[in-house]
């Protein structure tokens, strides 16, 4: 599955979504070096390899990301998971779509990100799917959308996927099948044992 020769993406904002407690690994995953680079440095350079009007950070409130060059957005929730980060950056957008990335994914490929940008349209976005498993922290998501997720979010319901679920009976995304083989490139950093010599990162978790 690939994008045809000379595709530009459609005009969208990136938002690396860095801002969780990383209770489990007990340090802030956005500073893991993965290959030389923090994770949240790989994250950043993936998403401006593919020309989006503007990258910016749904960030922690006590780190300091000045060295990464990106506006940083400050959750308008708190302890509300990934989905926080998700509404701040759907009404802070300057494009039309909005591109989420997790930080913890150091497999994640261009490919894989150029293809979900592929599949969203400018009202439109798209959830990658692998083996019916939703991806919704590797997505496109309308501008439109803000208005579910803040909603969402005042009912106290903060699961991604449910957020990804919603959209999709909205019309406001649709389902992107990928290759079972592609799987891999979803894998996360969760535990201090993902980041042993040689061990492979488990799957994600919705």
Known sequence: MKTPAGWEPPP?????????RSTRMGRDKAFLE????????????????????EVVVSGRADADYSGFGCPV?????????????????????RAPL???????LPCLTREVVATVLAAGEPARGAVPRVAGRLEPLVAVYPR????????QLAQRRFAAGEFARRCEQAGLVRWLDLPPEWAGAFANWNSPADLSPGSAPPRSAS
């Open 12 to 20: 969208y904002s990136a938002v690396i979504l860095a801002g969780g």
């Open 98 to 104: 909005v591109l989420v990335l997790a930080v913890d």
């Open 73 to 93: 957005l400050r959750d308008p929730v708190s302890d509300a998971g990934p989905l926080a980060g998700i509404a701040a950056a759907l009404e802070a957008a």
């Open 144 to 151: 439109s959308a803000a208005a579910l997720a803040g909603a």
């Open 34 to 53: 993965f290959r030389g680079q923090p994770l949240l440095a790989r994250q950043i350079a993936l998403a401006r390899s593919l020309k989006p009007v």
